[in-house]
C-alpha cells in the first residue's frame, strides 16, 4: 500500500528538514510532497534540496500564499494523478509527530479516514494557551451541533485519506480556504457514508516559525460550517460502495 504525505508550507524553514527526514523515518513505503506557496523565508529551496537528495521527496510550488484548503487540492490532484492508495495530512512545524504517521496509516485498514485527534481519550495538548484551546473545543461543539458530524477533532490537520474518498469528494468542488478545509472535507467524508475514526494524537504546540492562525480563518470556518448545517443532511447517506465497511474483509 503505497501512502504520501502533503505537507502544506508557509515560511516553515526553521522545521521542514526535520518534519520531511522524520516523516521518511516514520515507514518505508511512504513518499513527501511538501507544497511550498513561494514562502519568503526560502523554505521552497530547503524543500528542492532534500527532493533532490532522495527520491521519495517531491515539491509543489505555488505562485504565491493561497491558503491551507488550495495547497491541499492542489497536493491530493497531484497524489491522485499517481498511484498512491492513502494520501496523508501534516503540518510543518512539528506539531504533529511525524513518527504517528505509521499508526495513522496503519489504520486506514479498518477506516475510509483516520483522524489524528486531540480529544478522544489518549490524545493530548501540550503547550497550547487557554484561548487556542478553547476555541478549538467550542469549535468542534458549534460543527457537531450545527452538522451532526459526529467528531471531537473536526479541524485537526494531521489525517490519513483512502484514495477512495478523495476520488468521490469532488475536490474541484471543495470550497474552504482556512482551517475550514478540514471541516469540509471531514463533513464530506462522513455524509458520503465512509467509515471516519479518530486516532489519538499527541499535538505539540509549534515552539519555532510564526504561527499562520488568524482570525478571518476562525471567521471562514464559522459561517461557513452555518451553511452547510443548513444546507446539507445531518446524518451520513448509508455506507458508500466504496467504504472498508462495504469490502468484505472489513473489520
Ligand atoms: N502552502 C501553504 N501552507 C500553509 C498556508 N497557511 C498555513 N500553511 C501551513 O499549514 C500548516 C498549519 O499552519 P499553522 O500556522 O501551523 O497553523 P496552526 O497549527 O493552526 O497554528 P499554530 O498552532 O500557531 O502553529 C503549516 O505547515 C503551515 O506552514 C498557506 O497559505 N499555504
Ligand atoms: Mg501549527
Known sequence: MHALVVIPTYNESATIERAVLRALDATPDLDVLVVDDASPDGTGAIADRLAA??????VLHR?????????????????????YQVLCEMD??????????RRLIAATD??????GSRYVPGGRVENW???????????????????????????????????PVLEAVDLATVVSDGYAFQLEMALRSWRAGFRV?????TFTERSEGASKFTRSIV?????RTARWG???????AGVHPDSVAALPHAV
Open 53 to 58: 537528495a532522495d527520491a521519495r521527496v517531491h
Open 63 to 83: 505562485p504565491g500564499k493561497g491558503g491551507l484548503g488550495p495547497a491541499y487540492r492542489a497536493g491530493f490532484a497531484w497524489g491522485l494523478a499517481r498511484q
Open 92 to 101: 510543518a512545524d512539528l506539531s504533529h509527530d511525524p513518527a504517528d504517521l
Open 110 to 115: 479498518g477506516a475510509d479516514l483516520v483522524i
Open 129 to 163: 494557551p487557554a484561548h487556542r484551546l478553547l476555541v478549538s473545543r467550542w469549535g468542534n461543539r458549534y460543527v457537531n451541533l450545527l452538522t451532526g458530524l459526529p467528531v471531537t477533532d473536526a479541524t485537526a490537520g494531521f489525517r490519513a485519506f483512502r484514495r
Open 197 to 201: 475514526v479518530e486516532l489519538p494524537i
Open 219 to 223: 471567521v471562514e470556518a464559522l459561517w
Open 230 to 236: 443548513l444546507a446539507g443532511p445531518r446524518r451520513a
